[in-house]
């Protein structure tokens, strides 16, 4: 596949610099600009992000991937994460493309991410349709190892994180505010069209949050299931694939 890509940067509204990535159609002026904001304690070059964006390039829709604050190539520290800074982040990268390149149609996040586009997505005027990729309908309720860093920030102020033998950690601010946070509210009051996709044998995100998100949104919405071969980092280039052409599609509606 013939490809067009820079690399680029834009700052936050905590001044911080943030890497990105622009994945540009090869051949005319793109249709679409889109964001994709990665999944927890990825960054924009997992195969998810990577994948879908160069899909969605050969169908017209330029793509902006993002590294959130201390992962990948941008500034900032994590232990400082919190998912209204994630939200604020997806907004400063909307602001960022209209104001050099384009404004945003599509928001694309891949779990975590998922819930911080369906969350920045009633700020930013503009966006037609909002995708999430195995996101969780109730980001407060977590999995075992982030109860259990939880446990240890309630106790100490700031929780270890392991993942995939790397260590991050997560001061108390995290925990309460995403307890904070409803994406039921959120979708109630979401303009946008809504394409939730998942797959049934996704073992980090149970296939029952894509089932709430899709019973609280109002606005028009389709569901697309993977199959079970699927990951719940969709590594899988045939499941970027598809993905990339339910989102080309919905968008020329």
């Known amino acids: 596949m013939i490809r067009n890509a820079c690399r680029t940067t834009f700052r936050n509204n905590e001044g911080l610099v ?15 600009w889109a964001i994709f904001c990665h999944c927890f304690t990825c960054n924009k070059n997992y195969k998810a992000p990577v994948h879908i964006s160069r899909f969605l390039a050969a169908e017209g829709i330029a793509t902006l991937r993002f590294d959130f604050p201390g992962l990948g190539g941008s500034q900032g520290d994590f232990s400082d994460t919190t998912l209204t800074g994630y939200v604020k982040d997806v907004r400063s990268a909307g602001d960022y493309l209209k104001r050099d390149y384009g404004a945003p149609r599509l928001l694309i996040g891949h779990s975590m991410g998922g819930a911080a586009v369906l969350l920045a997505a009633a700020g930013m005027p503009g966006i037609e349709l909002v995708v999430t990729l195995a996101a969780p309908s109730k980001p407060g309720e977590m999995g075992y190892r982030l109860k259990r860093a939880k446990e240890q920030a309630i ?22 505010d995403v307890a904070r946070h409803d994406l ?38 389709s569901l697309l299931e993977l199959d079970e071969a699927a990951d ?17 599609i919905r968008l020329r509606r």
């Open 18 to 32: 943030l890497c990105g990535h622009l994945e540009l159609p090869p051949e005319g002026e793109p249709r679409a």
């Open 184 to 221: 039921k509210q959120a979708l109630n009051s979401m303009q946008a069209k809504l394409l939730v996709v998942h797959s049934p044998s996704d073992d980090t995100v149970p296939f029952d949050s894509a089932k709430e998100l899709m019973a609280w949104a109002h606005a028009p919405k």
């Open 232 to 248: 719940h980092l969709f590594s899988r280039e045939e499941d970027a694939e598809k993905v990339a052409r339910a989102i080309a």
């Open 155 to 176: 106790e100490r102020g700031i929780g270890e994180l392991e993942i995939n033998g790397k260590k991050y950690l997560l001061r108390r601010d995290f925990f309460d």
